[in-house]
């Protein structure tokens, strides 16, 4: 949630969103971050370290594994220029 404060990338997807019907800041954001080995970010926790799927109910009563996890960046997003950014994030809105 901090790197969202004073974010360009954030400013500039927030800019795209404002005249168009879908306004999922978080998950566009998440789906525009960079890779990170590899993989990508996702919004759909939590998850099942075991078996991947979302987990519909959980308890803090277990550790089952701790992680750092680290900070998100849109690097690749950032070099694009204006309508290559637009061009990406109405690429996210129509998939849904």
């Known amino acids: 949630m901090a790197v969202f404060i004073d ?3 954030v400013k500039d997807v927030e ?3 404002n005249d168009k019907k879908s306004n999922d800041l978080y998950k566009i954001m998440t ?3 960079d890779k990170k080995d590899n ?3 996702s919004s759909d926790y939590p998850i099942c370290p075991l ?3 979302p987990i519909r109910y959980y308890t803090d009563n277990n550790k089952t594994i701790e992680k750092q996890v ?3 960046t849109w690097t690749d997003f ?3 220029d204006k ?3 637009r061009a990406m994030v109405l690429r996210l809105i129509n998939k849904d």
């Open 7 to 9: 974010n360009e990338s």
């Open 15 to 17: 800019e795209i969103l």
């Open 31 to 33: 789906q525009l971050a």
């Open 39 to 41: 993989k990508s970010f």
């Open 51 to 53: 078996c991947k799927k």
């Open 70 to 72: 680290d900070y998100v």
């Open 78 to 80: 950032q070099r694009k």
């Open 83 to 85: 309508d290559e950014k």
